[in-house]
């Protein structure tokens, strides 16, 4: 069950993102304490009074999104020294969260309308690890098929270089090296080739637009320097060549992938990272119809999968799980992952 008290939300969330290496935007999550507890502001008001899942919702996460876009502006100055590390005080970073509130309520207020778009390319070392695990079972070719995929950064992995504990996939001379910390065993060595990639998100993100670039750069953990450095090689590579991705409900572009002809050879493989729980009940509930039942018509010729790299908020860590067809249509679990890729812990 998610929280649904409000201050019970922003704590735990502030406690996440400590726990993930990120502890100035731990304090600044929890700084949002004083909008939500101070009823001058439209803004707090509307946290205050936030209805339905907290978490789930990513509350936290909109209003500290909101927060470091006045900073990444320049519009606020007052947040440089907190974003920078200068004051650690608690009570100082919630007094200047407060007076900034206060100034930028009409500013704020609309992050409060949707979730934070977290497209992380540091995210897909764990998907590219599943990759070569199924590699060694139906063979090397792969289309991929991503929900949830905001600005497609994911959507572009096959164009990144990676190194998963000393198993290597992607093309090596590749500007976006994917490198996290790798425990445990190495999965799998072995050939992945990606023959077709196509995303959808509600909301689509286009990099090439200076706006919405900064909108997403807005939702990074300020303290993770190297996932700013990532934003911006991912954003060169789609004003090069932008990512095959459309506007469509989750449930519909998944049904439609499915019914389209597959090759033989080629392994079907839907995925995505961090966005299953912002999907309604009944999205989950037809995508996952939908491929049990494209599961059942799986052959070894044509195979079916599901990656998901979703968050478990008892242990912090996000789990990467994996069901195929034919053969396998029990989830199991391939390994935990720090939120931003940081590191992956293989139990394949």
């Not at 198993?167 to 425990?183: D, F, H, Q, Y």
């Not at 300020?222 to 934003?231: G, H, I, N, P, Q």
């Not at 789609?238 to 998944?254: G, H, I, T």
């Amino acid at each position: 069950m998610d929280i649904t008290d409000v201050a019970e939300g922003i704590r735990w969330q502030a406690e996440h993102a400590t726990r993930a290496g990120a502890p100035i935007t731990g304090k600044i999550i929890l700084a949002t304490l004083a909008i939500a507890g101070a009823a001058d502001t439209a803004t707090g008001r509307r946290m205050a009074a936030w209805r339905g899942a907290v978490l789930e919702d990513a509350m936290p996460l909109r209003i500290a999104g909101a927060l470091h876009f006045l900073h990444l502006t320049g519009e606020e100055p007052r947040l440089a020294p907190v974003y920078g590390g200068l004051i650690s005080d608690q009570g100082q970073i919630d007094a200047i969260v407060l007076e900034t509130a206060r100034k930028f309520d009409t500013v704020l207020l609309p992050w409060l309308d949707g979730p934070p778009q977290t497209n992380e390319a540091g995210r897909s070392a764990s998907v590219m690890g599943a990759l070569l695990w199924l590699a060694q079972k139906f063979g090397p070719k792969f289309q991929l098929i991503e929900i949830g995929a905001s600005a497609g950064i994911n959507t572009m992995m096959a164009r990144y270089c990676y190194d998963l504990g000393g198993t290597t996939a992607g093309p090596s001379l590749s500007s976006m090296k994917i490198v996290p910390e790798w425990r445990g065993a190495a999965p799998p060595a072995g050939e992945v080739e990606i023959v077709d990639v196509a995303g959808c998100d509600l909301a689509p993100i286009d990099l090439a637009d200076e706006a919405q670039a900064l909108r997403l750069k807005s939702y990074i953990w300020a303290d993770v320097k190297e996932r700013m450095a990532r934003m911006d090689t991912a954003i060169a590579m789609a004003k090069r060549a932008a990512p095959d991705l459309v506007q469509m409900d989750a449930a519909e572009f998944v049904a439609k992938k499915l019914a389209e002809p597959q090759a033989d050879g080629v392994t079907r493989v839907l995925f995505h990272t961090v966005m299953w729980q912002y999907l309604p009940e009944a999205t989950r509930a037809a995508i996952t119809a939908a491929m049990e039942e494209a599961g059942a018509a799986a052959t070894p010729e044509r195979p079916l999968a599901w990656i998901a790299v979703e968050t478990n908020r008892a242990t912090f860590r996000h789990e990467l799980k994996l069901r195929y067809w034919p053969g396998g249509a029990e989830a199991m679990q391939l390994a935990e992952a720090h939120p931003h890729g940081a590191w992956v812990e293989w139990q394949g």
